[in-house]
């Protein structure tokens, strides 16, 4: 069974601070990972995505990629109240490019 | 660029009804299509995807049937709702590895 692994939350962090969000897999041969933000009663939105081990920068947003631990996580710098939302975690396990195995996602409460 | 519409965006349908939800991507040709469903304390699961017209493939086991009978259209349908079949309709395609999703449809089964 392809699983994918997240804290639900809440995670409550105060306005400014590093959101540290988490997320784990159980494939070694996963090899696409994604980050969504769903704001309540809308659709995901792609926000990140890594493919290699190390650190990927997208403004506030860096994605941490570690395969041998089969870990990957989602740091916002400055966290904004507009950031409160639900993200989700996804891996592409193999087979057509839109076939991800999705977490159930952590909440995450920025407070002014 | 590439939009995604899904209508409708909110339906409440008795157990035992019919449903039709619609899905249309404009700006884009022979595009992958896929159907999530987002239920109640579980995460997003893929049902059905797609790779061209009459081509579909099934993830899931259900009472759901998916059709895609023009290059931009993808429908998802039941002949009989259940209770479980509650949850939150989600569209998608991809572009370059990635995913996108519609606005979705919200089904509340009664």
């Known amino acids: 069974q392809k699983e994918v692994e997240q804290n639900s939350g809440p995670l409550s962090v105060p306005e400014g601070a590093i959101a540290s969000l988490n997320c784990t897999y159980s494939?070694?041969?996963?090899?696409?990972f994604f980050w969504y933000r769903q704001y309540s009663g809308k659709s995901p939105e792609l926000i990140m995505f890594?493919?290699?081990?190390g650190d990927k920068e997208d403004g506030r947003f860096t994605a941490q990629l570690n395969k041998a631990s089969q870990y990957v996580s989602l740091l916002i710098r400055d966290s904004q109240p507009s950031d409160s939302a639900t993200y989700l975690c996804?891996?592409?396990?193999?087979?057509?490019?839109?076939?991800?195995?999705f977490g159930k996602g952590t909440k995450l409460s920025v407070k002014p | 660029s590439q939009t995604i519409h899904q209508w409708p965006a909110t339906l409440v349908q008795p157990v035992g009804s019919p449903l039709s939800l619609e899905c249309t991507v404009e700006?884009?040709?022979?595009?992958?299509l896929y159907w999530y469903r987002q239920a109640a304390g579980r995460g997003l699961q893929l049902l059905f995807y797609?790779?061209?017209?009459?081509?579909i493939s099934s993830e899931v086991p259900q009472n759901l049937s998916a059709s895609r009978p023009q290059d931009r259209q993808f429908i998802l349908s039941s002949k009989k709702l259940l209770l479980s079949d509650s949850g939150f309709y989600l569209c998608?395609?991809?572009?370059?590895?990635?995913?996108?999703f519609g606005e979705g449809s919200r089904l509340t089964v009664l």
């Open positions: 494939d070694r041969g996963s090899q696409s």
């Open positions: 996804a891996v592409h396990y193999g087979g057509s490019q839109g076939n991800l195995i």
């Open positions: 998608a395609w991809t572009q370059g590895g990635e995913l996108f």
């Open positions: 890594i493919y290699s081990n």
């Open positions: 797609s790779v061209g017209i009459g081509q």
């Open positions: 700006g884009t040709s022979n595009p992958n």
